[in-house]
C-alpha cells in the first residue's frame, strides 16, 4: 500500500490488529500500533475493542486493562463488548473478582450486560465458588429474560450449587432455565 501511495487508515489498521491477533503475533501488533499512533490516526472503540481481544488472547491482563483505562481517558465510552472482552479476560486468567468488579462497573455506565456476558461469567463464577455472587448475577439474567446460547453454563450453576451444598438456589437455577425457556435434560 505504502509503496502505491495508500494511506492506511484506522480501518485498515483495525482489520490488520485482528489478523495479527489471530495469527498470535502480538509483537506485530504492536509494531502496527505505534506505526498507527505515529501517523496521527486516532483509535477508536473498535481499535481499543480488537487490541484488548488480543491481548486477553494472549492472558495478558496489565496491558488490556491499560488499553481499557486508556479508552476511557480519551473520552471513548466502553462498549458491552469492551466489558465482556474484559470480562472474559479475568475469568481466563482466575482473576474473577476482577471480572466481578467490571460487571458491576458495566451497570453504573448505563451499559447493560447481554447474554455473551452473562455466559463468561457465571462460570467463572462456578470455578471460583463464588455461589452466592452466582445466584445474584443469575436472578439479574432472569429478571432481564436473557438466555444464553450456551446452555452448558446451566450444568455448571446446578453442580456448583449442589456442591456448595445450597439444594434451594439448584432448585432455582432449574426454576430460572424453565422461565427462560431452556429445556432441561436428564442431565439437570
Known sequence: MLSEGIEPTRHTYNIMFWGFFLSLRLDT????????KTRGIAPDTVTYNTLINGYTRFKRMEEAEKLFVEMKAKNLAPTVISYTTMIKGYVVVEKVDDGLRLFEEIKSFGTQPNAPTYSTLLPGMCDAG???EAKTILKDMVERYIAPKDNSIFIKL???QCKSGDMKAASDVLKAMI??????EAGH
Open 179 to 184: 422461565r427462560l425457556s431452556i429445556p432441561s
Open 29 to 36: 501488533a504492536n509494531r502496527f500500533y505505534e506505526d498507527m
Open 130 to 132: 463464588k455461589t452466592n
Open 158 to 160: 446446578l453442580n456448583s
